[in-house]
């Protein structure tokens, strides 16, 4: 069955820390990949997707996500994180040619300590 | 430009009843899908209608249905409540007719079930 697998279920970091948040997914074929956060309160945003091309793809607020093919990951980073960088990063997969339906990792809750 | 707008935000229901959840999607998207999220199972895959039609089912029971309007407003019905099917139901829309657009996500409604 498709899955997807985030390595950290809790990360806490200090403000100017750099960010690294591991994704891996099992899905022979082409996907699309995403980036989620929720901010304490909101609802899921988009933070970066892929769908091909670069597989170095920026997204909003300073992340970036790197897709690795050989290697079925797509980490989240970012140089220097905030304390309003505080949000639960959830990655999520669609096969190919299911575009409405996006299977999610169990998220990653992240706390930047001020 | 408004967002995914979902209604009601809470519910309370007992064991047994049914429920019908209401989605209205970004104006101009026609392509909608539904999302449990709950602690222990994190966010899981209900269903995407596109053009009034079912096109991606998740693995959940028969008593968890849908529809969907030609405004592309969408419901979905839970019949015979379980306890277990307390969580947060999110829906989330996209332009859909190529397969490689994001799903923006609503705020979604708490369902509690006593």
């Known amino acids: 069955a498709q899955s997807v697998s985030q390595h950290n279920h809790h990360v806490i970091l200090s403000e100017a820390a750099s960010l690294e948040l591991g994704c891996n997914y099992s899905?022979?074929?082409?996907?699309?990949l995403f980036w989620y956060v929720q901010y304490p309160g909101q609802h899921l945003q988009l933070l970066l997707k892929y769908f091909s091309g670069d597989p170095l793809v920026k997204g909003i607020k300073g992340f970036e996500a790197e897709f690795i093919k050989s290697k079925f990951s797509f980490n989240l980073r970012k140089p220097s994180v905030q304390w309003s960088d505080t949000a639960e990063y959830f990655c999520?997969?669609?096969?190919?040619?299911?575009?409405?339906?996006?299977?999610f990792g169990q998220g990653t809750e992240l706390s930047v300590k001020p | 430009k408004a967002g995914v707008t979902q209604t009601p935000r809470y519910l309370i229901k007992t064991r047994g009843q049914q429920v019908t959840l209401s989605c209205s999607p970004i104006?101009?998207?026609?392509?909608v899908s539904w999302y449990q999220q709950t602690p222990g199972q994190g966010l899981q895959f209900l269903f995407e209608y596109f053009s009034e039609t079912q096109r991606n089912k998740g693995n959940f029971p028969g008593r968890f249905s849908g529809r969907q309007f030609s405004n592309s407003r969408s419901e979905m019905n839970v019949s015979t409540l379980e306890l277990g099917d307390s969580a947060l139901y999110l829906c989330?829309?996209?332009?859909?007719?190529?397969?490689?657009?994001?799903?923006?996500f609503g705020d979604g409604t708490r369902l509690s079930i006593l």
């Open positions: 999520a997969v669609t096969p190919g040619n299911q575009g409405g339906k996006l299977i």
């Open positions: 104006s101009g998207h026609r392509s």
């Open positions: 989330a829309s996209s332009l859909g007719g190529d397969r490689n657009q994001p799903q923006h």
């Open positions: 899905y022979g074929g082409t996907v699309n």
